[in-house]
């Protein structure tokens, strides 16, 4: 059974790094809804974390216990599962967080809007275009 956890988990965490990379990912309900887009000058930039979900903590804190009962035996063997399952709950925690900015943007219709970004780099006084549909924003695109 050990051998097996051992290889689910060797398996996701090889698997999980085949995801397309490079490319924007976007969220599944934008597929046939008409989007609209404003375009601005960034004014200001407030770099941001963004907490873990939940996912990370989750998902660490499984990993941390398969791997913690491949060691030990006996009650050195559930000591290590429970050390392994805290352990990794707490890098997977760390893991789940991103670092972002927060946006001030003044658009080009005299407005202005805050916005948070991830996975890019953005400037001071850059231009950027906001899609947006139903007040969320899916994407912030330099322009």
């Excluded at 941001?48 to 009650?75: C, Y």
């Excluded at 991830?118 to 007040?135: A, E, L, T």
Aim: net charge positive.
């Amino acid at each position: 059974m050990k051998k097996f956890l051992a290889a689910v988990l060797a398996g996701s965490l090889f698997f999980g790094g085949c995801a397309t990379r490079g490319l924007q990912e976007m969220d599944a309900n934008a597929v046939n809804y008409e989007m609209s887009y404003e375009v601005g000058i960034v004014k200001h930039i407030k770099p941001v974390v963004i907490k873990d979900n939940g996912t990370g903590t989750f998902l660490g804190a499984i990993a941390g216990a398969v791997l913690g009962s491949l060691v030990g035996e006996g009650r050195g063997n559930t000591l290590a599962t429970l050390a392994g399952g805290v352990g990794g709950a707490y890098a997977g925690n760390q893991v789940g967080k991103a670092n972002a900015q927060e946006l001030s943007v003044t658009l080009d219709n005299g407005g202005n809007v805050v916005v948070l970004a991830k996975g890019k780099k953005f400037y001071v006084n850059q231009r950027v275009r906001i899609v947006k549909h139903d007040g969320r924003v899916y994407s912030v695109e330099a322009f």
